[in-house]
Nanobody
Framework: QVQLVESGGGSVQAGGSLRLSCAAS????????MAWFRQVPGKEREGVAT????????HYADSVKGRATIWEDNAKNTVYLQMNSLKPEDTAMYLC????????????????????WGEGTQVTVSS
């Protein structure tokens, strides 16, 4: 059974940084799509950043380009998301997802492309 456990969220002032972690277990495939999404109550889930594990490509939402970096640590089965220059509009529940097939940006930034989800970690950015 695939499990995704997020950590690293918290409260930070605008302009600050956070590093989110997603530890994956139970996955039998060595290469697959993983991603970070975020959701605010009442709004659609938004793709933030994606990576195809095993040295594959990355994609970022326009809203975070230049401020976010996603990468993997294969030895730890963990995917990270570094967010810099945080803005109040970055406030959301950040969720890790896994199980997407390889594809273009519009595909891998879509929530329905993913099979597995974590519970999420809250990020709050104050002005």
């Amino acid at each position: 059974q695939v499990q995704l456990v997020e950590s690293g969220g918290g409260s930070v002032q605008a302009g600050g940084s956070l590093r989110l972690s997603c530890a994956a277990s139970g996955y039998t495939s060595s290469t697959h799509g993983m991603a970070w999404f975020r959701q605010v109550p009442g709004k659609e889930r938004e793709g933030v950043a994606t990576i195809y594990t095993g040295g594959g490509s990355t994609h970022y939402a326009d809203s975070v380009k230049g401020r976010a970096t996603i990468w993997e640590d294969n030895a730890k089965n963990t995917v990270y998301l570094q967010m810099n220059s945080l803005k109040p509009e970055d406030t959301a529940m950040y969720l890790c997802a896994a199980g997407a097939a390889k594809g273009p940006a519009w595909w891998v930034l879509r929530p329905t492309s993913y099979k597995y989800w974590g519970e999420g970690t809250q990020v709050t950015v104050s002005s």
